[in-house]
């Protein structure tokens, strides 16, 4: 009963190096997403999908890449990393349409030095 | 003005007690509203979600909605200290299909 899968869980990066986050999620949803999550600003959605084969840019795109591999997979790149871009990353899927019910993955810690 | 505002707390109730938790919204058009629950460490999880004005219940839970005010509102009966978490106001805003916007959450501690 996996749900929604992220890894890594944690990771430490040097400023400007690249790094992808991984999310598959086995409920056969159609929409996925990447939040990240910093303390006193809530959930900030960085880039969505709403289909296999579609992404949209959310509040917070700046630094960040996606690829909505298939229908179960939508990682997340970091081709530059940056200081600013410290954060806990959630993953999260739903199905299209009113109920606004996310079902997120565990969270990925990630520290840029 | 954010899109959505919640009162970070921390809000302090003892056990048994009600605890009222708040959230209002600036896109008037906004259809659907939640409340997500997050612990302290874990992944948000969706408790109660509202889509009229009045409320709604569930258990000990009941979300209020007020669309004229812009206001969304959870209350929590008879508390427990497992209600000790964050809770998350969500709007879905005016043609964003299914694109939660978040508050910053409200901290609530239940004490013995």
């Known amino acids: 009963n996996a749900g929604v899968t992220q890894t890594p869980k944690f990771q430490v990066l040097k400023t400007g190096q690249s790094m992808t986050l991984q999310c598959a999620q086995d409920?056969?949803?159609?929409?996925m997403y990447w939040y990240r999550q910093d303390p006193g600003m809530g959930l900030r959605l960085i880039y969505y999908?709403?289909?296999?084969?579609?992404?949209d840019k959310g509040e917070v795109p700046n630094g960040y890449n996606v690829s909505r591999l298939n229908k179960r997979e939508f990682s997340l790149r970091l081709e530059s990393a940056a200081p600013s871009q410290t954060s806990v990353y959630f993953c999260a899927s739903s199905d299209m349409g009113r109920t606004g019910e996310l079902f997120f993955g565990e969270g990925s810690r990630l520290t840029v030095l | 003005q954010k899109e959505v505002e919640q009162n970070s707390g921390p809000l302090s109730v003892p056990e048994g007690a009600i605890a009222s938790l708040n959230c209002t919204y600036s896109?008037?058009?906004?259809?659907?509203f939640f409340w997500y629950r997050q612990y302290s460490g874990k992944s948000p999880e969706l408790i109660m979600s509202i889509y009229s004005n009045g409320d709604k219940e569930d258990g000990r839970f009941t979300a209020q909605l007020n669309k004229a005010s812009q206001y969304v509102s959870l209350l929590i009966r008879d508390s427990q200290p497992s209600d000790s978490a964050t809770y998350l106001c969500?709007?879905?805003?005016?043609?964003?299909?299914?694109?939660?916007?978040f508050g910053t959450g409200t901290r609530l501690q239940v004490t013995l």
């Open positions: 896109d008037r058009g906004s259809q659907s």
């Open positions: 969500a709007v879905i805003p005016t043609g964003t299909a299914s694109k939660l916007t």
């Open positions: 409920m056969n949803h159609n929409s």
């Open positions: 999908s709403a289909s296999e084969g579609t992404t």
